[in-house]
Antibody, heavy 123, light 108 residues
Framework: QVQLHQWGAGLLKPSETLSLTCGVF????????WNWIRQPPGKGLEWIGE???????NYNPSLKSRVTVSIDTSQNQFSLKLTSVTAADTAMYFC?????????????????WGQGTPVTVSS | EIVMTQSPATLSVSPGERATLSCRAS??????LAWYQQKPGQAPRLLIY???TRATGIPARFSGSGSGTDFTLTISSLQSDDFAVYYC??????????FGQGTKVDLK
């Protein structure tokens, strides 16, 4: 059964770069897309971006200028970088797998999810 | 961007009762809708995709329906484990994939 485990720095100062990594264990890494989603304290979910096994990416237009998602197929990992963070970027950040591309095509829902990484931006 | 609106914000239900949650899309999304359950301190869990297909391991008391712009998640007989926040997500058009703001199901 595939599991996602994520890690990275949880306390940042304004203007710094958020950096998180998600490892995929116990399941295939190819034939899926891989996602980052965040949730501000007490609020709803916001999709950040996705990356295919090929390295092709799509981002939320609201964050596109500051986001980079990358993939390391040799390590079964993918990563998120968000530059120039502010207090508005304070949130729980989740990684998540999309459905099998062969079955779902371009459609994307999220299962399973990583455990979440709390990120606080404060001076 | 497709805006997803959930109602009600809070639904108070007694164990054993039926719970009906609604989700509306700002434009037609065919049947491309997913539902998630989130408990405090946990990641969301996929319940339903394609409007009505239960994810692996999801009990039959959870069912989804709808198409176009209006969708429903029904929990046929609420169990104590079902008190949580439920989110809908459209998987029809991107970027971005978008979520509703959530419905909290709590104890009546």
């Amino acid at each position: 059964q595939v599991q996602l485990h994520q890690w990275g720095a949880g306390l940042l100062k304004p203007s710094e770069t958020l950096s998180l990594t998600c490892g995929v264990f116990g399941g295939p890494f190819t034939d899926y897309n891989w996602n980052w989603i965040r949730q501000p304290p007490g609020k709803g979910l916001e999709w950040i971006g996705e990356i295919m096994h090929s390295g092709s990416t799509n981002y939320n237009p609201s964050l596109k200028s500051r986001v980079t998602v990358s993939i390391d197929t040799s390590q079964n990992q993918f990563s998120l970088k968000l530059t120039s963070v502010t207090a508005a970027d304070t949130a729980m950040y989740f990684c998540a797998r999309g459905p099998p591309i062969a079955a779902a095509g371009r459609f994307n829902w999220f299962d399973p999810w990583g455990q979440g990484t709390p990120v606080t931006v404060s001076s | 961007e497709i805006v997803m609106t959930q109602s009600p914000a809070t639904l108070s239900v007694s164990p054993g009762e039926r719970a009906t949650l609604s989700c509306r899309a700002s434009q037609s999304i065919s049947r491309n809708l997913a539902w998630y359950q989130q408990k405090p301190g946990q990641a969301p869990r996929l319940l339903i995709y394609g409007a009505s297909t239960r994810a692996t391991g999801i009990p039959a008391r959870f069912s989804g329906s709808g198409s176009g712009t209006d969708f429903t998640l029904t929990i046929s007989s609420l169990q104590s484990d079902d008190f949580a926040v439920y989110y809908c997500q459209q998987h029809n058009d991107w970027p971005p994939w978008t979520f509703g703001q959530g419905t909290k199901v709590d104890l009546k």
